[in-house]
């Protein structure tokens, strides 16, 4: 009687315990779903912040830049005649600084609205995005002797969105004619399938990137050159970073100061389809060239 009294005594405290236990567990729980509810608040209040503020960026700061290089330009063409040269210059050096800055607005913007307010994912040619490029740059790939060189029929892209990988392909593109001091600029696009991704990669002869900037170039406004030497903002390579990053991808480089430069960035595989054919239009010298006429 004893024994069977301590066994009743041992399965009440056993049960009590494990009572307990749950009770500590539905508590905790229900700490948790209050916490993730406080955090999606939270999160939708930053949003709308975010909204604002890409609105103020858009129209408030960006009208006062605009008025500001019209004005430049009105002084300048009504009192060419009359101003001294170095009222001439003071005017000219405004106007650049307020067209950059107007391009620094529109490149904050790009960056704020990466992931946001997207249409529906679909399925992008990649040939086609690098063809668009293609005719965008073509003043500069004249005036620079450059050409764009796929190396073979770039593939579909599938649930992606065209207008950020337009911006991933065109900043390295571009970045690999506008950083090139060759005679003959190349940037040279190509990709390969890995395990559980698909690499692609954006080669330039250009001037190379000296060492010890692998861990800031990605960042916002980090510029190895100055202004004078070569135009940008410093926000390309942070946008990209972003977008890639969005698409659970990476992006890195590999370069030597006059060794040319190399992109890589990543995308999983279960976005990048089969390969497709060739665009008409395109010029074939041995590899698939893209030269604007």
Same mark, same amino acid.
Request: proline residues 4%; hydrophobic residues 40%.
């Given at each position: ?12 405290? #056993? ?11 539905? =508590? ?9 509810? #406080?955090?999606?608040? +939270? ?21 006062? !830049? ?51 307010? $997207? ?8 040939? +086609? !995005? ?8 073509? =003043?500069?790939?004249? +005036? ?48 390969? +399938? ?22 800031? $170039? ?53 976005? !990048? ?21």
């Amino acid at each position: 009687m004893r024994k069977f009294t301590l066994g009743i005594v041992n399965y009440g405290k #056993e049960f009590c315990l494990r009572l307990a236990n749950a009770r500590v567990t539905e =508590a905790a729980l229900f700490a948790a779903n209050k916490e993730n509810e #406080e955090l999606a608040v +939270e999160i939708k209040r930053l949003n709308q912040e975010l909204d604002q503020f890409a609105y103020i960026i858009s129209h408030d700061l960006k009208a006062p !830049v605009r008025n500001i290089s019209s004005f430049m330009k009105l002084l300048s063409n009504r009192f060419s005649t009359t101003l001294p040269p170095d009222g001439k210059e003071f005017i000219h050096m405004a106007q650049i600084c307020s067209d950059r800055l107007g391009q620094q607005i529109d490149d904050m913007l790009s960056y704020c609205r990466v992931n946001r307010n $997207l249409p529906p994912a679909a399925d992008i040619d990649l040939n +086609e !995005v690098v063809r668009t490029i293609s005719m965008e740059l073509s =003043a500069k790939l004249n +005036e620079a002797n450059a050409e764009i060189i796929v190396e073979k029929g770039l593939p579909l892209l599938k649930d992606a969105h065209s207008s950020m990988i337009y911006q991933v392909m065109q900043n390295l593109v571009a970045n690999g004619i506008k950083f090139n001091n060759n005679p003959n600029p190349v940037v040279v696009i190509d990709y390969k +399938e890995e395990a559980d991704r698909v690499c692609f990669s954006v080669n330039d002869n250009g001037i190379g990137i000296p060492k010890g900037f692998e861990g800031k $170039l990605f960042q916002m406004f980090k510029r190895l050159h100055t202004q004078d030497q070569f135009e940008g903002t410093g926000i390309g390579l942070a946008l990209c970073k972003k977008i890639v990053t969005f698409y659970k991808g990476e992006i890195w480089y590999e370069s030597g100061k006059g060794t040319g430069t190399t992109f890589y960035f990543t995308l999983p595989k279960h976005m !990048v389809g089969h390969a497709m054919p060739k665009l008409p239009g395109l010029t074939i010298q041995v590899n698939l060239v893209s030269k604007a006429a």
